[in-house]
């Protein structure tokens, strides 16, 4: 594999323009903590239903997860599909099934008002090993259970061998950072106040809504949204429910492509995804030279132009946690736990979030809430498979020669 002699140490499609400004004392209907998708689809919608919305963003907007990996929009989302089915029952994942293709919609519709291309893609999920293609069985009878159409297929296009590919049809791709400029600037255009580079110091809550400290500024509203997938507020034990994970990145110049966008369930997992005339390659976990080692041996020829890492925050259970992030009241709202696939589980969540900011329904009504109990049944079974798991005897009882 061949390395460019200037290596880019960020993402191939780039980072949206930084919102300037100084956030000084102001009041408003809603604050929103974080310009991310989750952040902007919230300001942006609320904004759109006649509220008056504050962003502040940390960082540079679009500089997290959402912006940092592929602009994919599926419910193909490694094994959650599963785990939702498995702790929270059929009728969740019918609900979350739901808000995906929400995200989904509302992506393509705005895409289209906004000129930003949404491309329909075609996503798979395999493997290279038995035990976790068996597996993805169970992922399938999840995504039948919500509603969508699901094959295997015996041919994907990869340059190494893998079990048959559980294929997933009715997605799209979307560039990123195209598509968060986007949703900033219209939320600029609707009125929405947005000052990047403005953390979040301080949040208080009391009878009258909340006060956001940023830098010296005050901002008072009726609602706060922490639009953060890693929780920046806890009152719901929300930091216990989620796994931070680090992913790093290279962009290929190749001529191998796979037939449709990839994941592979494997430990570590990885993504392969196309951008342009640039091969993405995603490895959760592990270290550098481990990826930039699989990568060697699968595309020998292919020329490396750009690297970076970031971190998402997955939800143990499997469905983000969005609503209230106290156990009771809808002051404090918020967005966690979306995982590798912010951009669309964020403007799901987002959309959600809106709906509560403009009083069309209440937090503790919302599909992906904090407030609940997984399934005892689904904790036991879990349970097992984390006690069994590691045992290589067990393990291969699910290789197909095996049984």
């Not at 599909?81 to 989904?104: K, S």
């Not at 920046?232 to 290279?250: G, I, K």
């Not at 959600?352 to 937090?363: E, I, N, T």
């Not at 904090?370 to 005897?393: D, F, H, M, T, Y």
Request: hydrophobic share 45%.
């Amino acid at each position: 594999m061949k390395r460019s002699s200037g290596i880019a140490l960020r993402p191939p499609w780039g980072r949206p323009v930084a919102e300037g400004g100084v956030p000084v004392d102001a009041t408003a209907d809603l604050v929103v903590v974080g310009a991310g998708a989750a952040g902007l689809t919230t300001a942006l919608a609320a904004a759109e239903g006649g509220a008056d919305v504050i962003v502040i963003e940390a960082g540079r907007i679009g500089a997290d997860a959402s912006g940092a990996l592929p602009g994919w929009l599926t419910p193909l989302q490694g094994e959650t599909p599963h785990d939702i089915r498995l702790l929270h029952g059929d009728d969740a994942v019918r609900a979350w099934a739901a808000q995906t293709g929400r995200a989904l919609e509302y992506v393509r519709r705005r895409g289209a008002e906004f000129g930003v291309p949404v491309a329909d893609r075609t996503f798979g999920a395999t493997t290279t090993q038995g035990h976790w293609a068996f597996q993805l069985r169970f992922v399938a009878r999840a995504l039948r259970v919500g509603g969508y159409r699901c094959e295997f297929a015996d041919v994907s296009g990869l340059p190494f061998e893998v079990r048959p590919e559980l294929v997933v049809g009715g997605g799209a791709v979307v560039d990123p950072a195209e598509w968060l400029g986007a949703l900033a600037a219209r939320a600029v255009d609707a009125g929405v106040r947005i000052f990047g580079g403005a953390a979040m110091a301080g949040l208080r809550v009391d009878r009258t809504g909340a006060r956001v400290i940023a830098g010296s500024a005050e901002l008072r509203a009726r609602r706060v949204v922490l639009a953060s997938s890693a929780p920046l507020a806890d009152r719901a034990a929300l930091r216990a429910r989620v796994r931070a994970e680090t992913w790093h990145l290279l962009a290929l110049r190749t001529d191998v492509f796979p037939l449709r966008e990839v994941q592979l369930v494997d430990r570590p997992g990885m993504l392969v995804s196309r951008y342009r005339d640039l091969l993405i390659i995603g490895q959760n976990g592990g270290s550098v030279a481990e990826l930039i080692d699989r990568v060697s041996r699968s595309w020998p020829d292919a020329q490396v132009v750009n690297g970076w890492s970031t971190t998402t925050h997955r939800s143990v259970d499997g469905l983000p946690l969005v609503g209230s992030a106290s156990l009771s009241g809808d002051t404090v709202l918020t967005a966690a736990g979306l995982g590798a696939f912010e951009l669309v589980n964020g403007t799901a969540a987002g959309l959600q979030l809106a709906d509560v900011a403009l009083g069309r329904s209440a937090a503790a009504e919302l599909p992906w809430r904090p407030a609940r109990v997984p399934l005892a049944r689904g904790l036991s079974k879990r349970g097992r498979s984390a006690l069994i798991g590691p045992i290589p005897w067990i393990t291969r009882l699910n290789e197909p020669g095996s049984r």
